[in-house]
């Protein structure tokens, strides 16, 4: 069964780096027609879409974050992770990983991870 | 890009049906065929559970079927059951600019 968990900080500085990590159990993170992904979700508001990573380490970023996000990849560790720049309290909210199979649908979540971006 | 639109609540009496639905745009529901409907409970893993539309993983119970027509998409919960209460998200493949969007969410409730 393939699980994912999401670890970081929950409190981050307005300006600081939001640092998360996803761990992958049950599952290579080089399986093939495979992409991870960050999805999150602020308070009473849409989730969001914020990036995916390729087995190969590609990567794609929601417009609207690009300037501020990094998604990498650990094979080694078999962990994917995100870097969020520059916060403000707009980013603020719930962060999720999930597996992205064939480009087009999320078959796997993690239970996400609350993060506030306050002083 | 904008979110999809999903109604806020919906409700039904066990037995009953509840159907939901999530207005895209002809960028995005309207486009493709890549539309995809998620169960979660609080606290849990959001939880796959139609793609494609009408695509059933493996081991989800036949009540949840999905359908579309223009930019909208819907989910159909058949005979409700007190575990069906939770919140439903849709997403849909845009191919451009984001990429993936999703609706705000609908919260059933069992009554």
């Known amino acids: 069964q393939v699980q994912l968990q999401e670890s970081g900080p929950g409190l981050v500085q307005p300006s600081q780096t939001l640092s998360l990590t996803c761990a992958v159990s049950?599952?290579?993170?080089?399986?093939?027609?495979?992409?991870w992904s960050w999805i999150r979700q602020p308070a009473g508001e849409a989730l969001e879409w914020i990036g995916r990573?390729?087995?190969?380490?590609?990567?794609l970023y929601n417009p609207s974050l690009k300037n501020r996000v990094t998604i990498s990849l650990d094979t080694s560790k078999n962990h994917f992770s995100l870097e969020l720049y520059s916060v403000t309290a707009a980013d603020t909210a719930l962060y999720y990983c999930?597996?992205?199979?064939?480009?087009?649908?999320?078959?796997?979540w993690g239970r996400g991870t609350m993060v506030t971006v306050s002083s | 890009q904008s979110a999809l639109t999903q109604p806020p609540s919906a409700s039904g009496s066990p037995g009953q049906s509840v159907t939901i639905s999530c207005t895209g745009t002809?960028?995005?529901?309207?486009?493709?065929?890549?539309v995809s409907w998620y169960q979660h409970h609080p606290g849990k893993a959001p939880k796959l559970i139609l793609y494609?539309?009408?695509q059933r993983p493996s081991g989800v119970p036949d009540r949840f079927s999905g359908s579309k027509s223009g930019n909208t998409a819907s989910l159909t919960v058949s005979g409700l059951q007190a575990e069906d209460e939770a919140d439903y998200y849709c997403?849909?493949?845009?191919?451009?600019?984001?990429?993936?969007?999703f609706g705000a969410g609908t919260k059933v409730t069992v009554l």
């Open positions: 049950g599952d290579s993170i080089n399986s093939g027609q495979t992409y």
């Open positions: 990573i390729s087995t190969s380490g590609s990567t």
């Open positions: 997403n849909s493949y845009t191919g451009t600019n984001n990429f993936y969007v």
């Open positions: 002809s960028s995005d529901v309207g486009a493709y065929n890549f």
């Open positions: 999930a597996r992205l199979r064939n480009g087009v649908m999320f078959d796997v």
């Open positions: 494609e539309v009408t």
